[in-house]
């Protein structure tokens, strides 16, 4: 199939970013005597912090407030935000169709850190429309983010093509009923 509209999720797949949200993770978690093994950290892609720190504390019995702590570890990861480079394969192809297809991004990350990064990357302007956990009732691996990314652009999902570096947001984009495209594989 030839896409009519691309979708990229953004950390680990326009942005190697996920070395830095794993320090980031490590400093917050330790802070609060959360366990987070790195192992679930990936397994976790596309889950917004929020949701992750929500059910660390209620597994391990600790009363904390998981939107404070969620912010405390996104200011605590836009400290790295100069290191922060694109996945070069991955930002080629969203170069390589600027203008050709409408594009989007459909990101598990909130709509200010992923601008930020965007903007960093200098990639910002290449994409009609941004999603972020903000704008979906549920999260990956629902296929919402997808599928709403994918209206904004205004192409049918299945004439989509989405590129992701997770399972969770690989079975999102299946659900959606888009070609999935495993990054990991790209780089």
């Known amino acids: 199939m030839e896409p009519k509209g691309l979708i990229f999720d953004c950390d680990g797949t326009l942005a190697d970013t996920m070395p830095l949200h ?12 959360l366990h987070f093994p790195m192992e ?3 397994a976790s892609g596309g889950i917004p912090s929020r949701d992750i720190l929500k059910a660390l504390a209620r597994e391990q019995h600790r009363s904390l407030d998981h939107i404070a702590v969620a912010h405390e570890k996104e200011t605590t990861y836009l400290e790295t935000l100069p290191q922060v480079k694109p996945v070069e394969a991955v930002v080629k192809i969203a170069t390589d169709n600027f203008g050709k297809i409408p594009m989007a991004v459909a990101s598990g990350g909130s709509q200010d850190i992923i601008c930020m ?15 972020t956990n903000e704008m979906v009732a549920h999260q990956k691996p629902a296929p919402d983010i997808f599928l709403e990314a994918a209206r904004r652009i205004g192409v049918e999902p299945k004439f989509c093509r989405a590129y992701e570096d997770t399972e969770l947001g690989l079975q999102a984009i299946l659900a959606a009923g888009m070609e999935a495209v495993d990054v990991r594989e790209l780089i």
């Open 40 to 42: 679930r950290f990936y």
């Open 117 to 131: 990064v965007l903007d960093h990357l200098k990639i910002r302007h290449l994409f009609g429309a941004i999603v």
């Open 22 to 33: 794993w320090r980031a993770w490590q400093n917050v978690t330790q802070k609060h005597g």
